[in-house]
């Protein structure tokens, strides 16, 4: 199947020379003299490269993509990479670490996330926009420290660093967002 430029919306996967892409943002242009087009910032899948790409309006196509989402359960890490099972048909699979990325930095034993596979093949992870993560290391909090105060930095359990307020101490668990790495909040006990 193919897609012409008339489809294009944002998060739009499509595939182009035979690698896959998403539509970041797309503007139709139509100039006084010569005919329209299609501007388009397009994210590699495989990657992560953003491209700006120019589409003929009504001749250029492009292919769908053979994309397919599998629910997996992260089970553990080990020095070549992580392992996940899939959650309907129990079979495991393995991504390097080039495929996981700095989304190591969120993956807790039993996490769920969504593989992206290309042609049958895992290319990426995508996370849950929020996770519950322990502080394993912080400077310890000041008394009188208020919400209103600044921040310090927090190691958590998984080595990520994120900023937060001053009256956190270790061994509290924390709501971080995935999308920015920031802190949302603390998880009541």
Known sequence: MKYQTTDFRNGLKIEIEGKPYIVVSFQHVNPGKGSAFVKARIKNLETGQVLERTFKSGVDTVDKPDLEEREMEFTYSDMDGYNFMDMDSYESIHLNH????????????????????????????????????KVKETDPG???????????????????????????????????DTRNGEYVERVKS
């Open 142 to 176: 000041l008394k009188g420290d208020t919400a209103q105060g600044g921040t310090k930095k927090a190691i958590m359990e998984t080595d990520l660093q994120v900023s937060v307020p001053l009256f956190i101490n270790e061994n509290e668990v924390l709501k971080i």
């Open 98 to 133: 080039d495929y996981v990325g700095d989304s190591k930095y969120y993956l807790q034993e039993g996490i769920r996330v969504t593989v992206l596979y290309f042609n049958s093949r895992p290319i990426s992870i995508d996370l849950p926009n929020f996770v519950e993560l």
